[in-house]
């Protein structure tokens, strides 16, 4: 193996260690692992700048705007209380509103997003109730998983992915994941019930606190509410017709958040891009030029070509192996840089002879977003949960939540393994 391969090497796996150890901002640690590859010339700086991908970089940041601005209205309280009132105050009907709230809203907001709404209003909810939230919040972790599985824009890893392939459209993620998505959600739901169901019961007084509550009284500003549930939907409908427009996705989302903010006057302006999660774009960018070395020095070719001898080029087998390996390792892993580095890898295996990819996408999909649902650790919605429930006072500890997560992320990785078979490869 030639040095310049050894070096990319090398930085990767000191890089992906520090990740893994938390102990510096992931931010950090990606950036100056991609500074790391083109100061020592594993890559030049035009090259490493041809591997970021601006269309996942441009999606996320159009979405954080559009969500950011659209949050200011309440319109994700009032939707959390309306749930509530129709549950009749019932604690374990409420969780299982919620749960499905957060699964939809993951599929079409992005899963970290759809946690920070969701979070504050389950405290609220719960606070009233007197129950304990972490049933609750434990739930909506797995729900917000399982839906940013559903739909291109609902989790990294899928945004990444149809940034990569063209031919996998909005429509094609939802056709194609979205039946499995549905089937993992209602196998869950009743298992949240049965494993919860005698931690979450409350006095009828506190249930009629819920139905006392006035959802409207939420609802802050109806003029910018009107605007943003408009540009929200020509934006999800720009989603599914984007193929036909000759759009790519990124375009799309970046069009409905400035036509939010030209709507909505530039003093908004200034707000919304506080609200953009730099630091997850930048950690994207530092994780793409990383990669970069790893793919200008051969290093991931030879990983699929030694995939493929395993697998003997079998479409069957390689499926099996991605989605596994990518829910395996997802669980413990965070699954950003895991899938930055599988779709060069799955896309050599094409120019090697492997014909159908397309099973191997749809398997790298669902390991990568199911399998974070294995840990605490395996995705970032889960932190997020978990770090906004420590400061409440309710710490969600990782041996308590992968007792609960990993069986039942196996669960979810068997029926997509019958899934993919069954549908592709039969």
Same mark, same amino acid.
């Given at each position: 193996?030639?040095?310049?391969?050894?070096?990319?090497?090398?930085?990767?796996?000191?890089?992906?260690? +520090?990740?893994?150890?938390?102990?510096?901002?992931?931010?950090?640690?990606?950036?100056?692992?991609?500074?790391?590859?083109?100061? !020592?010339?594993?890559?030049?700086?035009?090259?490493?700048?041809?591997?970021?991908?601006?269309?996942?970089?441009?999606?996320?940041?159009?979405?954080?705007?559009?969500?950011?601005?659209?949050?200011?209205?309440?319109?994700?309280?009032?939707?959390?209380?309306?749930?509530?009132?129709?549950?009749?105050?019932?604690?374990?009907?409420?969780?299982?509103?919620?749960? +499905?709230?957060?699964?939809?809203?993951?599929?079409? !907001?992005?899963?970290?997003?759809?946690?920070?709404?969701?979070?504050?209003?389950?405290?609220?909810?719960?606070?009233?109730?007197?129950?304990?939230?972490?049933?609750?919040? &434990?739930?909506?972790?797995?729900?917000?998983?399982?839906?940013?599985?559903?739909?291109?824009?609902?989790?990294?890893?899928?945004?990444?992915?149809?940034?990569?392939?063209?031919?996998?459209?909005?429509?094609?993620?939802?056709?194609?994941?979205?039946?499995?998505?549905?089937?993992?959600?209602?196998?869950?739901?009743?298992?949240?019930?049965?494993?919860?169901?005698?931690?979450?019961?409350?006095?009828?007084?506190?249930?009629?606190?819920?139905?006392? !509550?006035?959802?409207?009284?939420?609802?802050?500003?109806?003029?910018?509410?009107?605007?943003?549930?408009?540009?929200?939907?020509?934006?999800?409908?720009?989603?599914?017709?984007?193929?036909?427009?000759?759009?790519?996705?990124?375009?799309?989302?970046?069009?409905?958040?400035?036509?939010?903010?030209?709507?909505?006057?530039?003093?908004?302006?200034?707000?919304?891009?506080?609200?953009?999660?730099?630091?997850?774009?930048?950690?994207?960018?530092?994780?793409?030029?990383?990669?970069?070395?790893?793919?200008?020095?051969?290093?991931?070719?030879?990983?699929?070509?030694?995939?493929?001898?395993?697998?003997?080029?079998?479409?069957?087998?390689?499926?099996?192996?991605?989605?596994? +390996?990518?829910? &395996?390792?997802?669980?413990?892993?965070?699954?950003?840089?895991?899938?930055?580095?599988?779709?060069?890898?799955?896309?050599?295996?094409?120019?090697?002879?492997?014909?159908?990819?397309?099973?191997?996408?749809?398997?790298?999909? !669902?390991?990568?977003?199911?399998?974070?649902?294995?840990?605490?650790?395996?995705?970032?919605?889960?932190?997020?949960?978990?770090?906004?429930?420590?400061?409440?006072?309710?710490? &969600?500890?990782?041996?308590?939540?992968?007792?609960?997560?990993?069986?039942?992320?196996?669960?979810?990785?068997?029926?997509?393994?019958?899934?993919?078979?069954?549908?592709?490869?039969?």
């Amino acid at each position: 193996m030639e040095q310049q391969a050894i070096w990319a090497i090398s930085i990767f796996l000191l890089i992906y260690g +520090l990740i893994i150890a938390e102990k510096i901002h992931r931010t950090i640690v990606a950036m100056i692992g991609g500074v790391l590859m083109v100061s !020592l010339g594993i890559v030049n700086q035009e090259t490493a700048l041809h591997h970021i991908d601006f269309n996942t970089l441009g999606l996320l940041v159009g979405m954080m705007i559009i969500v950011s601005v659209t949050a200011e209205t309440g319109l994700f309280k009032y939707i959390a209380i309306l749930s509530a009132k129709k549950a009749k105050g019932e604690p374990v009907r409420i969780m299982v509103a919620l749960t +499905l709230i957060t699964a939809v809203g993951s599929a079409f !907001l992005d899963n970290v997003t759809t946690v920070l709404l969701m979070v504050p209003v389950t405290f609220s909810i719960t606070r009233q109730l007197r129950v304990n939230p972490v049933p609750f919040l &434990i739930a909506q972790i797995f729900a917000s998983n399982v839906g940013g599985t559903a739909t291109l824009i609902g989790d990294p890893p899928n945004i990444m992915i149809g940034s990569a392939v063209k031919e996998l459209t909005f429509m094609a993620f939802i056709a194609n994941l979205a039946p499995i998505a549905a089937i993992v959600m209602a196998v869950y739901i009743p298992i949240f019930v049965w494993m919860f169901r005698k931690n979450i019961q409350t006095a009828p007084e506190l249930k009629q606190s819920i139905m006392d !509550l006035d959802e409207k009284a939420v609802i802050t500003d109806r003029k910018l509410l009107y605007k943003c549930v408009a540009v929200l939907g020509i934006t999800i409908i720009g989603f599914f017709l984007h193929q036909l427009l000759h759009l790519e996705s990124a375009t799309v989302a970046l069009a409905g958040a400035f036509l939010l903010l030209l709507l909505t006057g530039e003093h908004r302006m200034e707000e919304a891009f506080t609200k953009v999660e730099w630091t997850t774009i930048f950690f994207f960018i530092g994780l793409f030029v990383l990669v970069s070395g790893l793919v200008e020095t051969g290093v991931i070719a030879k990983l699929a070509e030694q995939a493929i001898e395993l697998t003997g080029g079998d479409v069957v087998a390689t499926s099996m192996l991605i989605l596994w +390996l990518s829910a &395996i390792a997802s669980a413990f892993l965070d699954n950003i840089p895991f899938v930055a580095t599988m779709i060069p890898m799955i896309q050599e295996m094409g120019n090697m002879g492997v014909s159908n990819l397309e099973p191997l996408w749809w398997s790298l999909a !669902l390991g990568a977003c199911l399998g974070g649902n294995g840990s605490l650790i395996g995705a970032s919605a889960n932190l997020i949960v978990a770090g906004l429930s420590g400061k409440e006072g309710h710490p &969600i500890r990782f041996v308590q939540f992968i007792k609960i997560g990993f069986p039942l992320m196996l669960l979810s990785i068997v029926l997509s393994s019958i899934y993919i078979y069954l549908r592709y490869l039969l």
